[in-house]
């Protein structure tokens, strides 16, 4: 049974970093791909940028320039290395992986997530 624990989460002032953590624990067969969302109070869960099984990396507009996905070669760990943070950016930034329980069911894990909040 897959388990993801973010962590890194905390208050911070406008332009400042904040460095996330996805810690991943059990097994699974096949990996599709691992990524951080983000869902603000009333707002729609969105992607922040995410790792494909071939390496290839997608970002949100809103976050290209200012942030950093990566993993270990494990894919045991993501990391979200966020700079340069925006008030609007405020939101609980939750870790997910997409992947497969075996050959022929697909299966994807959520963190309960961690909170960002960005003062003004």
């Known amino acids: 049974q897959v388990q993801l624990v973010e962590s890194g989460g905390g208050l911070v002032q406008t332009g400042g970093s904040l460095r996330l953590s996805c810690a991943r624990s059990?097994?699974?067969?096949?990996?599709?791909?691992m990524g951080w969302y983000r869902q603000a109070p009333g707002k729609q869960r969105e992607l922040v940028a995410r790792?494909?099984?071939?390496?290839?990396?997608n970002y949100a507009d809103f976050v290209r320039g200012r942030f950093t996905i990566s993993r270990d070669a494990a894919r045991k760990t993501v990391i979200l290395q966020m700079n340069s943070l925006k008030p609007e950016d405020t939101a609980v930034y939750y870790c997910?992986?997409?992947?497969?329980?075996?050959?022929?069911?697909?299966?994807?894990?959520w963190g309960k997530g961690t909170q960002v909040t960005v003062s003004s």
């Open positions: 997910n992986v997409a992947g497969f329980t075996d050959p022929w069911n697909a299966a994807q894990y």
């Open positions: 059990g097994v699974i067969f096949k990996i599709s791909d």
């Open positions: 790792i494909r099984d071939d390496g290839s990396i």
